[in-house]
């Protein structure tokens, strides 16, 4: 570690912790209803999308509020895995590519509309310029509009009191997409093309090799699609190498920005809701609590990765420079290290690094992070509306502690509640945990993998973490794109979206129609210190030991395992 690559960290998380505050009040006054300074110029493009699709902005109940959004995901996934299977009739296909099998095609499908991007495929390879852009760029767009949307609605269930409503789907969708998922990724495209990446129609350039031979080097409308998969915590690389490949990541500068936009939106997010609900102590108090993870978490693989790998050092390799392996020279191990964290504490998915070459104690992070619930900060709304989730277990498990009736923001905490907050939180152990353990005894499962024993362990078990989470970030060394990974992962995937959100929206349905209480000399606080150390605290052992028996048989004995190898 150096004094170098730390100012490195500091700076990007500085940066965007003041850049998210900003964005913060900009999104509260968007969801209140309020002018911003894109309303002149998008309002009439707004009005004139109501117009064409005869929307009519009423608020509906929870249970309006689900039904519309699982129907418009139903349909982008009808839509979208339409366009892979036809791919080969389609126009704009330079590369002449034919149709995606159903089984990839229901993957990917899946993938890009929970928002988890997970890539059973080498995209330069598989997709055409089309389904790049109608298809993948499209759902990078809605999926987080769909998490934002969401989040925003659980926002305004603590606001109101005695509500019977939560808003409108649409309208938050709309709002969104145009006021805040375009401009951004508008803008980051461009950052983009000016820093290097690519933007063209064009399937491939040739180029001629110092032997005299010509090599076809894959192009792309690369810089669109990078922008929104940043900004959108989406992670769907147009190559295969994703944020490793020097088209979609060519320099320092590139993967500062890369992790900067990731960051932006899912740590804006808890400055928003603080404003919403009136008490701006609130946004701030679960923003640094997603951020101890974080820090923490960037602080550990930094560590782990400079420190190196002693069986490497046994065969005569330099340690000063820490563990190259699955690196990138231009990145760095702090860079690279924080894009690591970064992405996992996020339910994005980009990678720079193979995870699969970390140090044990360096994957083990990455792995940890995901399967804390995404919630480091998460993904774009599904963060926030994970960390709520979470707010109302530890105001629960303090009023069990001090005996009396728990209550956040002043909504009483009771019986119906704390069901449905268990039922969501158990899905996720629950499909990881269950996909994980037939993968590891069957053939099938066994088949893909590249590794044995431990590792080939932590291989299956990232994956499946991977596509709960909706991160969709890979370990590296399973070959997923079989039937029975891209069968059960597309499940996976499935379950981990929707069947969180159902129980999380009856969550905020009932606690938006509670009289809104204020806050008397026995409330507990959920503002100061002692509840983030204690909504940290919950995290880490409700979420955390679920899996810590599994990540004993992969990472841990892993890092016990080399450790023991240095001492001897």
């Not at 191990?333 to 924080?338: F, I, P, R, V």
């Amino acid at each position: 570690m150096t004094l170098t690559g730390w100012f490195q960290i500091i700076l990007v998380l500085g940066l965007t912790a003041a850049a998210a505050w900003g964005v913060g009040i900009y999104l509260a006054r968007l969801y209140s209803g309020q002018r911003t300074f894109l309303t002149p110029v998008l309002s009439p493009v707004e009005n004139l999308l109501r117009r064409l699709s005869g929307l009519d902005g009423q608020e509906q109940d929870w249970r309006q509020y689900t039904l519309a959004m699982l129907a418009f995901n139903a349909a982008g996934f009808l839509l979208l895995y339409g366009l892979m299977r036809l791919q080969a009739l389609l126009p704009i296909n330079p590369q002449d590519f034919g149709g995606v099998p159903a089984d990839l095609s229901f993957n990917t499908a899946m993938s890009f509309v929970t928002n988890t991007n997970w890539q059973s495929y080498a995209g330069e390879a598989t997709m055409s310029n089309v389904v790049q852009m109608a298809g993948l760029t499209v759902q990078n767009f809605l999926s987080a509009a769909t998490g934002i949307a969401l989040a925003v609605a659980f926002t305004r269930a603590l606001a109101r009191s005695n509500a019977r409503t939560l808003g409108n789907f649409w309208d938050d969708l709309v709002k969104t997409t145009l006021y805040v998922l375009l401009p951004g990724a508008i803008v980051l495209a461009f950052a983009f093309l000016a820093l290097g990446m690519p933007q063209t129609l064009a399937g491939h350039v040739d180029a001629v090799t110092l032997e005299g031979g010509k090599q076809a080097i894959a192009l792309g409308p690369v810089a669109s699609q990078e922008a929104i998969k940043q900004f959108g915590t989406n992670g769907g690389g147009f190559f295969n190498a994703n944020a490793a490949h020097p088209f979609e990541n060519p320099s320092q500068w590139s993967n500062m920005l890369s992790i900067f936009a990731m960051l932006l939106l899912s740590a804006a997010l808890p400055f928003m809701f603080g404003r919403m609900v009136g008490d701006v102590r609130q946004g701030r108090a679960l923003f640094i609590a997603m951020f101890v993870f974080l820090v923490v978490g960037v602080g550990v693989v930094y560590w782990a990765e400079t420190a190196g790998n002693p069986l490497m050092t046994a065969l005569g390799v330099d340690p000063s420079m820490g563990n190259m392996e699955g690196k990138e020279l231009r990145f760095g191990q702090a860079l690279t290290a924080l894009f690591v964290v970064v992405t996992t504490g996020l339910s994005c998915g980009a990678v720079n690094a193979m995870h699969a070459s970390l140090t044990p104690l360096g994957g083990l992070v990455p792995l940890a992070l995901i399967q804390l619930g995404e919630v480091a900060p998460g993904g774009v709304g599904s963060g926030l509306y994970g960390m709520l989730i979470m707010a109302v277990l530890t105001v629960f498990i303090a009023g069990l502690m001090v005996g009396r009736t728990p209550d956040y923001l002043g909504k009483k905490i009771e019986v119906r509640e704390m069901k449905l907050v268990m039922l969501a939180l158990l899905i996720l152990p629950l499909v990881i945990l269950g996909f994980s353990a037939v993968s590891a005894m069957m053939p099938i499962g066994l088949s893909s993998l590249a590794n044995a024993g431990p590792h080939g362990l932590s291989e299956i078990l990232y994956a499946y973490s991977s596509g709960a989470g909706n991160n969709g970030s890979a370990f590296a060394g399973l070959n997923a794109n079989t039937f029975w990974y891209n069968t059960t992962l597309g499940i996976t995937m499935f379950l981990g979206r929707f069947a969180f959100i159902v129980p999380m929206m009856a969550v905020a349905g009932s606690l938006g129609a509670k009289t809104r209480m204020p806050a008397s000399k026995g409330s507990f606080p959920t503002h100061g210190v002692l509840f983030v150390t204690l909504l940290v605290a919950v995290i880490l052992i409700v979420t955390g030991l679920e899996y810590f028996p599994a990540l004993a048989l992969g990472p841990i004995v892993e890092q016990f395992l080399m450790l023991a190898h240095k001492t001897f």
